[in-house]
């Protein structure tokens, strides 16, 4: 039973555009939401999380957005740059849990 | 700052030989640890984590173990490897005292190859 989705296992935007990045879930015990990034051979790094107290958090070129209606969150980058390209995790917390519940993450190619 | 370690970088290691994956947490004390395993083209599965010295849990029943004989070591073992054990594996911690405790931060990983 995955609980977190992201559907689109890729995704190519062009460089300056806007990335728009997906990810569903389907536990609404759910209460933090959190963005990595990662590059080929490394693990993933923290880029930005997101509290179901908030609808959206800013963080320079990327913001979270929280539908907690349609147990939605999406990642926005704009502008998009080449060294976005990587695999984007969304990640799920719920409550008091240690652990995180990952997505199958989707591969953003931003293109020159 | 914080820093987290894990070594070998690469390995391959024939069916049924033992393994042993090390990871190491610098800059802080008492960390939760995480394994997590990311076969090719998958998303990333949580193995084991651990609260404390000599506690895991392990949220995956398989032929792997996890260890925690220091408060900042974490070690992944395997007595026999199966193919099915190759992959990316990734050592994460969070830390609960600094307030920080949703985000884990993860280590370089091992790409470990069972031939």
């Known amino acids: 039973d995955q609980q977190v989705k992201q559907n689109s296992p890729s995704l190519s935007v062009q460089e300056g555009r806007i990335s728009i990045l997906n990810c569903d879930y389907t536990?609404?015990?759910?209460?933090?939401f959190l963005w990595y990034k990662k590059y080929p051979a490394e693990g993933p790094t923290f880029l930005i999380s997101i509290s179901s107290i908030k609808d959206k958090n800013e963080d320079g070129r990327f913001t979270v957005f929280l539908n907690k209606s349609a147990k939605h969150l999406s990642l926005h980058i704009v502008p998009s740059q080449p060294g976005d390209s990587a695999v984007y995790f969304c990640?799920?917390?719920?409550?008091?849990?240690?652990?995180?519940?990952f997505g199958s993450g989707t591969q953003l190619t931003v293109l020159p | 700052s914080q820093t987290i370690h894990q070594w070998p970088a690469t390995l391959v290691q024939p069916v049924g030989s033992p393994l042993s994956l090390e990871c190491t947490v610098e800059g802080t004390s008492n960390p939760n640890l995480y394994w997590y395993r990311q076969a090719a083209g998958r998303g990333l599965q949580l193995l084991f984590y651990?609260?404390?010295?000599?506690?895991i849990s392990s949220e995956v029943p398989q032929n792997l173990s996890a260890s925690r004989p220091q408060d900042r070591q974490f070690i992944l073992s395997s007595k026999k490897l199966l193919l099915s054990d190759s992959g990316f594996y990734l050592c994460?911690?969070?830390?609960?005292?600094?307030?920080?405790?949703?985000?884990?931060?993860f280590g370089p990983g091992t790409r470990l190859t069972v031939t």
């Open positions: 651990s609260v404390g010295i000599g506690q």
């Open positions: 990640a799920a917390r719920r409550g008091s849990a240690r652990q995180l519940t």
């Open positions: 536990n609404s015990m759910f209460d933090y």
């Open positions: 994460a911690w969070s830390d609960l005292s600094t307030g920080y405790n949703y985000e884990q931060y």
